[in-house]
């Protein structure tokens, strides 16, 4: 039985004991490892329509492992996920969703925090969480096409993270209900050639008493780069705490370069720590990619 | 007086060609228009905007002429001249402006430079006489600052333009005074299409008001206005407007301005009037170190959009720009900036910076920003900031401990919110601006 689900969902089957702990590879430490080889994905539907045929899972333990599995890797696929009760964690989002490759993912959860990790590819993804936050990151997209909405009635959400790749779209929506706050923080890293887009809204709707909203867009542009911001704000209640948003180039100046050097540092190391540090500000959470994201990205900048 | 000339109807060819046929236009001015209306005829609406769809180009006044042409106020048909008594503007030309053209419905009535101007050789004349008399002059410049395929009501001002100013200030020549064209829209059914187009020769300066008003109407009217401004090297243009339509005008103006080498423009831009307003004035920085400073108010009292902004092109290096937007939104008004940053590869060293502010007066107001910055250039700095917020119940509480009553406090916050753009008025404009505030909230706030 183990073989056979080690063969579904195509992971070096790594017993633990007598326990079919499949926890110990869906955690994501685990995923995290593997991923960067290309080879765990899931080639079945996800949770909620999950059929037993599909997965060939005939031990009902090991499918309830499987279902509460905390990381979703999903890859070639045009699949949907929706959570009608979000209080239902059995059938919640999951904590971390990979995608990769072509296809479309809907994923409509409940509160949730959610790390997603885009892997490249020609992609539409749509994530829509009630109260929930999500930590974004973008790898080596091409076309991609990416869009958050977290709607919220109280409490804080937000939407975090960092996108690179050749043409990429990122669109970030917040709305606001009651008296919740939003924060949007999304950073660029546009390599020569590439085309990144941000944009989003962030919307204080009508009731939204006391709420607030705040978006961060940056970017750093590579020489042959082109960066699109457009953080929106539109407030439909007049009695808000407060809506604002800003938008930046962090590219390195050439002061701050200076100022490295002179520290010792060579510029291919000025570089990587100055994005390392920004990386880190927006998606410190997901620790096992930012090392990854560093070399990718400087290493294109031909500096 | 030769009899009034009203041209009213759908929009045709036909009427194109008898307007440049009353204005006796040059060929090459009539084949402009002809080229216009096809392409208005074959453009759509644009998307941004709302409002223009329920317009009907049937049983519009496209065109309407007093016939009349004065350089003395005393010579106006009384009715105008009342009309314009009443708006002060005798004892404002005579105060502090060196020149005024003022348009009545689709054509200029009243046109006087001052002696001053001449002897500086500076060219200040009403459109259609500056299109006769300079026509190599107006044809360089005419259309290429905001061309007609800009977008389709774009299109629609070229192909019926009528009104307006011409001004071309020689090389090093600074003109003291203001210049002002002011603009009236006196009949139901009336659409407007006025064109400035102001030339800086080098080394110039120039300080260009626009202003404009409308009694309370029966019908919607169209204002579709264009404002043309080139800076050449080392020229300072300053571009003012105080727009205080009637609620029964749409209002859609088009300006740009192209600045080059080390030109610097200013926009000041103040909207307080009209039941739906469009206007995004926009700056071409396409020489080296050129600048531009904007600074955008706009004001929403009541079930009315405000849809302005601003836009910069930064084309060469060492470019800077400043936008400095503030709106405020009561009664149910919407307030919405809208606008557009744009740094070219090779614009090393731009700087952009762009602050905006929105206050809300009340929970059924409305305030919404749309900014956009689309960046090719690693080494230019470019920031963007914008808050939006309510009338805190401190700064209230502040100011009614100091002996203000509640209205008063609301005022003095209200005027304290847009005190830059006050600032960067003329004082005249400035005092006006700040009376007509005092009057509307002490009325309305609360």
């Known amino acids: ?303 | 007086m030769a009899e009034e000339l009203i041209l009213k109807g759908k929009l045709s060819e036909d009427i194109v060609k008898e307007i440049s046929r009353e204005k006796g236009e040059p060929e090459w001015m009539r084949e402009m228009r002809l080229q216009a209306l096809k392409l208005f005829n074959r453009m759509k609406d644009p998307l941004w905007v709302k409002g223009l769809e329920n317009l009907k180009l049937e049983d519009v006044v496209f065109y309407s002429s007093p016939r009349v042409m004065a350089r003395d106020w005393d010579d106006l048909p009384e009715h105008i001249r009342k009309v314009y008594e009443k708006l002060g503007l005798p004892e404002q030309e005579k105060r502090f402006l060196a020149g005024l053209t003022a348009t009545f419905d689709s054509e200029n009535v009243y046109h006087k430079a001052k002696e001053l101007l001449e002897s500086m050789g500076v060219i200040m004349l009403p459109m259609e006489e500056a299109v006769q008399k300079y026509p190599d002059l107006v044809r360089k410049y005419f259309g290429r600052v905001f061309p007609m395929g800009e977008h389709r009501y774009a299109a629609l001002h070229y192909a019926l333009w009528s009104g307006g100013t011409f001004v071309y200030v020689p090389k090093g020549v600074r003109v003291p005074f203001p210049l002002e064209a002011f603009f009236y829209i006196y009949k139901e059914e009336e659409w407007q299409f006025e064109h400035t187009l102001v030339v800086a020769d080098e080394g110039s300066y120039v300080h260009f008001i626009e202003a404009c008003a409308a009694p309370t109407m029966q019908t919607i009217s169209f204002h579709d206005g264009v404002v043309e401004v080139y800076a050449h090297r080392n020229a300072h243009v300053k571009f003012t407007t105080v727009q205080n339509w009637s609620r029964d005008i749409l209002n859609f103006n088009n300006k740009r301005a192209i600045a080059e080498e080390g030109a610097f423009i200013e926009w000041i831009e103040g909207s307080i009037g009209s039941r739906e307003s469009y206007v995004y004035p926009s700056v071409v920085l396409k020489g080296e170190g050129s600048r531009t400073h904007m600074n955008v108010f706009t004001l929403s009292r009541g079930p009315y959009v405000k849809d302005s902004g601003a836009k910069v092109f930064h084309m060469a290096p060492n470019t800077k720009s400043t936008i400095v937007s503030k709106s405020i939104s009561s009664d149910g008004g919407v307030s919405i900036y809208r606008g557009l940053i744009r740094i070219l590869k090779g614009a090393r060293n731009a700087v952009s910076t762009v602050s905006c502010d929105s206050l809300l007066l009340d929970n059924e107001s409305e305030a919404h920003t749309y900014p956009h910055a689309q960046v090719e250039e690693p080494s230019a700095v470019f920031t963007h900031e914008a808050t939006t917020g309510k009338l805190s119940d401190e700064q209230l509480f502040y100011l009614r401990s100091r002996g203000f009553d509640e209205d008063e406090a609301k005022v003095m916050a209200v005027v304290g919110f847009i005190k830059d753009i006050l600032r960067e008025m003329p004082l005249e404009y400035a005092n006006a601006l700040k009376t007509v505030l005092e009057a509307d909230f002490s009325r309305s706030v609360g």
């Open chain 1, 1 to 303: 039985m183990m073989r056979e689900i080690a063969r579904v969902i195509d992971v070096p089957y790594q017993p633990y004991g007598d326990s079919p702990t499949i926890k110990s590879y869906t955690r994501w430490e685990e995923i995290g490892r593997h991923v960067g080889r290309g080879n765990v994905y899931i080639t079945g539907a996800l949770p909620t329509v999950l059929s037993e045929s599909e997965l060939r899972i005939e031990n009902k333990l090991l499918r309830e492992h499987f279902i509460h599995a905390r990381a979703y890797v999903v890859r070639e696929r045009t699949v949907t996920v929706k959570v009608e009760d979000a209080a239902a964690h059995i059938y919640g989002a999951p904590d971390v969703l990979i995608t990769e490759g072509s296809g479309s993912i809907v994923m409509e959860g409940g509160g949730k925090d959610v790390l997603h990790i885009h892997r490249g590819g020609t992609v539409y993804v749509h994530i829509f969480l009630r109260n929930g936050s999500v930590t974004s990151i973008v790898r080596d997209g091409e076309d991609s096409h990416v869009r958050y909405d977290v709607e919220g009635l109280g409490g804080e959400m937000g939407i975090r993270g960092v996108a690179y790749g050749k043409r990429v779209d990122v669109v970030t929506n917040l709305f606001i209900k009651g008296g919740a706050k939003g924060l949007v923080e999304y950073t660029l890293l546009v390599p020569p050639g590439g085309f990144l887009v941000h944009r989003g809204f962030g919307k204080l709707l009508k009731g939204s008493k006391g709420g607030k909203v705040h978006m961060d867009s940056s970017y750093i542009l590579a020489p042959g780069g082109f960066a699109v911001s457009v953080p929106s704000i539109e407030v439909y209640h007049g009695d808000v705490r407060g809506a604002s948003h800003e938008s930046r180039n962090l590219s390195l100046t050439e002061d701050q370069l200076f100022y490295m050097k002179t520290r010792g540092l060579s510029t291919k190391e000025a570089y990587r720590l100055y994005v390392e540090g920004i990386v880190k500000e927006r998606v410190g959470e997901a620790y096992h990619y930012i090392e990854d994201i560093v070399e990718t990205f400087t290493s294109l900048l031909d500096v």
